[in-house]
């Protein structure tokens, strides 16, 4: 693609594969519905400071202690990415140099744990996160994991059960939080267990961090020890990560961090997460929460109408976890049928899936895309139609190109970029 027609020509200029890259990207997010449920369009703002030449300086350290001269405006961007970050959540601390979810959990651990202590999370299989102590991850190399799961029934967290297996235990760090639950979290009910046995809580809120934030989903601040979450996702910033915390954890989460896991932060991204923690401030960010809780419940329902098994029979929050059983399609056929008429999703394995994870009986969908694009409960109405249409016979091309030329229409009314 030459300078003249890329939206990229400082790119093109030095790097014209990647210019053409970053220009087919562009297009796939604007031609394509994406109901991935741990991804989020940026504003244009949070896009800019990403970019900014921040990301030319070194800042070993915290604001007012660097390693290095020079950070006067590394600083300024930090203290207001902290400032708002606890402004948003209410929290006594907040450490915003994260580069991701996964090191923002291991900064939590750290911060209290030694290797080969226990830690009780709920299981991948269940719904939950890597780092919440499965075997392949980190959290479960270096910490004796143990975890908690779904009642087969209702497809909801039994907390009866997440005390008998305590119990036995003995954790000395309890993790709720989940990457594929749909439904609340008993935050006091957790923290009931955790003091029983003189635990940690630590509550990750990387998928729901924007619905925390706005008070559509209850906070676990007033129960956690540690409160880490994503940037991203439904908080709408820069891919990232942040660890909150009470004030007797607050030394300790710093220097587990810095120097203990990281080095330089990436100050153009923390420029990006204050800009982002700026927007989620106002109250159009909390009515923009709102539309994708009555987006999800309208894609829910639709989706159970046409006959759908929804793990819990429902959502709470942005997210569903559809079992494609009754269906008779597996996740991975599910999930190359509806990206062939562009609709973007993600096979997700089910609580007590008879399926591999490189399978699954499932596929999880989110709304929080749909909804930034500015579509509501008509548009998601006919996306589930769209979905049930594509499902009812996975290897009809011809359907996925009737449909695909349908979701193009309707994407150019909701541009992602224009």
Not at 351 to 367: E, K, V
Request: neutral net charge; aromatic residues 8%; contains cysteine.
């Amino acid at each position: 693609m030459s300078e003249s027609t890329t939206r990229y020509p400082a790119v093109a200029a030095v790097d014209p594969e990647v210019a053409t890259a970053l220009d087919a990207e562009r297009l796939r997010e604007n031609e394509s519905l994406v109901l991935i449920a741990s991804e989020n369009y940026c504003s244009a703002a949070v896009l800019a400071a990403q970019g900014s030449l921040l990301t030319n300086k070194y800042a070993e350290g915290y604001p007012g202690k660097r390693y290095y001269a020079g950070c006067e405006n590394a600083d300024t961007v930090e203290r207001l990415a902290i400032e708002r970050a606890k402004a948003l959540f209410g929290v006594d601390h907040a450490n915003v140099q994260p580069h991701s979810g996964s090191s923002a959990n291991m900064t939590a651990y750290l911060a209290v744990l030694k290797p080969g202590d226990k830690i009780l999370g709920m299981a991948l299989a269940h719904g939950g996160h890597l780092t919440h102590g499965a075997k392949v991850s980190f959290s479960g190399k270096i910490f004796s994991s143990f975890s908690y799961g779904v009642s087969r029934e209702s497809g909801t967290i039994d907390m009866d059960e997440v005390a008998r297996i305590a119990a036995i235990v003995k954790p000395k760090m309890i993790v709720t939080g989940a990457s594929a639950y749909p439904r609340f979290f008993d935050w006091q009910g957790f923290r009931d267990i955790a003091n029983e046995h003189k635990a940690y809580l630590m509550a990750d809120i990387a998928h729901i961090a924007g619905m925390v934030a706005t008070g559509y989903h209850p906070s676990p601040v007033p129960y956690a020890d540690f409160v880490t979450t994503t940037t991203h996702k439904t908080l709408r910033g820069p891919r990232g990560g942040m660890v909150m915390c009470k004030h007797e954890h607050a030394a300790a989460v710093d220097k587990t961090l810095f120097p203990g896991l990281q080095g330089g932060p990436l100050v153009h991204v923390i420029a990006a997460k204050a800009v982002a923690f700026k927007e989620a401030l106002s109250p159009a960010f909390k009515e923009y929460q709102a539309r994708i809780l009555a987006n999800a419940r309208a894609l829910a329902g639709r989706l159970l109408a046409h006959g759908f098994n929804l793990i819990s029979g429902g959502t709470d929050n942005h997210l569903m976890l559809v079992d494609l059983q009754n269906k008779g399609i597996t996740g991975a056929d599910a999930e190359s049928a509806l990206h062939a008429a562009g609709i973007t999703c993600n096979k997700n394995g089910i609580p007590f899936d008879p399926r591999p994870p490189t399978i699954t009986s499932g596929i999880r969908l989110g709304t929080p895309i749909l909804t930034t694009r500015g579509m509501g409960e008509a548009e998601v109405v006919q996306i589930a139609d769209w979905i049930d249409a594509i499902l009812r016979d996975p290897k009809d091309t011809a359907v996925q190109s009737r449909i695909r030329a349908q979701v193009r229409e309707l994407c150019g009314r909701f541009p992602a970029y224009p």
